[in-house]
């Protein structure tokens, strides 16, 4: 809030003499114009005067107009960054305390209930296991996008099975949905499989997050002239067309009421963004049909 102010009042300050700059420039010309008009010249010194302060006038104006232009800009992109940045740290906080919450329920219970059976005292140790596994998810999660600026130049490739590399996150996570992996068992990919395993459990989670239980999410990859075109597809709730870009900007998260209560930090898509462009490739998001979003992602080979 304090930060936005100071931003409100620098933008009063920039008008202020933007406003006085102009007035100021007016009067001059007006008071060079009068001048000008009581010295007995002839025509042609007059025309050439004239001139000279009409593009001086046009020049003055011009560069004023366009500083404005890129400082008012500038000024709206920060706000929409804090604003960003306060989401994502309510979200961040949000992510961080419920697992802990969670955590400490759980030991609590397992501490002073002392006639738990076993398969319950099983089951809150899993439960334990699963929320610290969320909050290290998290924490991998930040310290990555925070880092990620810093490997593009040390970035060490090899070659990567695709199929079984989808084939091993597949299995860590929960029976809750129908996960197809169509990518061909001889499809071999040059990348970092450190950032890789990062981008496929990304777009897993996302396409997880986003689609109805028991909903088909298909892995697709074939091998092109000069690229890998890899693809993930789901039968989710679909993105708006205004937002297909904005949804890899960190902290952006899709304003729909859907999205808006699930839990998520407006990471996951930038993180897949940046590890695409870390091995030279590229991004988009389309509609799948009837329903759902397709992730389309071509590497160089």
Not at 40 to 63: H, K, P, Q
Not at 224 to 245: E, H, M, R, Y
Request: charged share 25%.
């Amino acid at each position: 809030m304090k930060k936005t102010t100071q931003n409100n009042k620098t933008l009063i300050i920039f008008f202020l003499l933007i406003t006085y700059v102009i007035l100021q420039f007016l009067w001059w010309g007006y008071h060079i114009v009068s001048l000008t008009q009581q010295i007995n010249a002839d025509d042609y010194n007059m025309s050439r005067t004239m001139t000279m302060i009409l593009g001086e006038a046009v020049v003055f104006l011009s560069l004023v107009f366009i500083g404005a232009f890129y400082v008012i800009r500038s000024y709206y992109k920060e706000i929409e960054l804090v604003k960003k940045e306060k989401n994502f740290s309510l979200s961040v906080t949000h992510e961080l305390k419920t697992p802990i919450a969670s955590t400490k329920l759980f030991a609590e219970t397992l501490l002073e209930r002392k006639d738990l059976s076993i398969e319950q005292q099983k089951l809150s140790l899993e439960k334990i296991v699963q929320e610290q596994n969320r909050l290290n998810d998290l924490v991998e999660k930040i310290l990555l996008v925070s880092s990620i600026e810093e490997i593009k130049s040390k970035l060490q490739k090899k070659p990567i099975v695709l199929h079984s590399l989808i084939e091993s996150i597949i299995l860590d996570k929960e029976p809750t949905h129908t996960i197809v992996n169509d990518v061909p068992n001889e499809l071999i990919f040059n990348g970092n499989d450190f950032y890789i395993i990062s981008l496929i459990q990304n777009l897993l989670d996302n396409a997880l997050k986003y689609s109805p239980k028991g909903s088909t999410i298909t892995f697709k990859a074939e091998k092109l002239s000069n690229v890998i075109a890899f693809s993930v597809l789901d039968q989710g709730i679909g993105i708006p067309n205004d937002q297909k870009v904005k949804i890899f900007d960190r902290f952006y998260r899709v304003e729909d009421e859907e999205t808006r209560s699930s839990k998520g930090t407006g990471l996951g898509l930038f993180l897949v963004s940046e590890i695409v462009k870390l091995h030279g490739g590229k991004v988009r998001c389309r509609d799948n049909h009837p329903k759902g979003t397709i992730f389309d992602i071509q590497f160089k080979i």
